[in-house]
T-cell receptor
Framework: DTGVSQDPRHKITKRGQNVTFRCDPI?????LYWYRQTLGQGPEFLTY????????KSRLLSDRFSAERPKGSFSTLEIQRTEQGDSAMYLC????????FGQGTRLTVV | AQKITQTQPGMFVQEKEAVTLDCTYD???????LFWYKQPSSGEMIFLIY??????QNATEGRYSLNFQKARKSANLVISASQLGDSAMYFC??????????????FGSGTRLLVRP
């Protein structure tokens, strides 16, 4: 499968715990994005990487959120001290021109 | 500020009939792209079709076509010969190319399409 891959698909965590998600983009895509989608809404942009450089972060990305893309390959999104409001689908996408999305990681904070 | 509006929260269509999903957008950029994605219950966003702001002809991809009316800032998706597997959420999205080098997408709130047998 040469599409965008995200792991895990589902994560249930207790409030206050840290979680980390992984995204493996399509190999030749230099652009990588993280989006967050809450129930009944469209995805909202969180952050953007071009190769290994994080070039843009949304105001939605609070200090508890950090993203990395070492060596311009896979990316990780970490949420520290999770809150119930962090419950959402986290989508990763990669692109040259058209963005292709992974299947997402559904986070539930209890 | 750029914005995508999808005014139909839900739509029904009979199998084998055509359906139009509405999308209007707002941008001050001259160069932009418009996209439609399908999101089944599994959660993955599936790319359907793309229209560039300078494209003179409406985009088509199989049973999908995009009715692009630039003056009215609308980019409606037309699905012909609906199939049961078309039941999903559909999102319209925009990418500004001139003012935003990140090429990030701005999404509408989506339309849930249900195809009736």
């Amino acid at each position: 499968d040469t599409g965008v891959s995200q792991d895990p698909r589902h994560k249930i965590t207790k409030r206050g715990q840290n979680v980390t998600f992984r995204c493996d983009p399509i190999s030749e895509h230099n652009r990588l994005y993280w989006y967050r989608q809450t129930l009944g809404q469209g995805p909202e942009f969180l952050t953007y990487f071009q190769n290994e450089a994080q070039l843009e972060k949304s105001r939605l990305l609070s200090d508890r959120f950090s993203a990395e893309r070492p060596k311009g390959s896979f990316s990780t999104l970490e949420i520290q001290r999770t809150e119930q409001g962090d419950s959402a689908m986290y989508l990763c996408a990669s692109s040259v021109q058209v963005a292709f999305f992974g299947q997402g990681t559904r986070l539930t904070v209890v | 500020a750029q914005k995508i509006t999808q005014t139909q929260p839900g739509m029904f269509v009979q199998e084998k009939e055509a359906v139009t999903l509405d999308c209007t957008y707002d941008t001050s950029d001259q160069s932009y792209g418009l996209f439609w994605y399908k999101q089944p219950s599994s959660g993955e966003m599936i790319f359907l079709i793309y229209q560039g702001s300078y494209d003179e002809q409406n985009a088509t991809e199989g049973r999908y076509s995009l009715n692009f009316q630039k003056a009215r800032k609308s980019a409606n998706l037309v699905i012909s010969a609906s199939q049961l597997g078309d039941s999903a959420m559909y999102f319209c999205a925009m990418r500004e190319a001139w003012m935003d080098s990140s090429y990030k997408l701005i999404f509408g709130s989506g339309t849930r399409l249900l195809v009736r047998p």
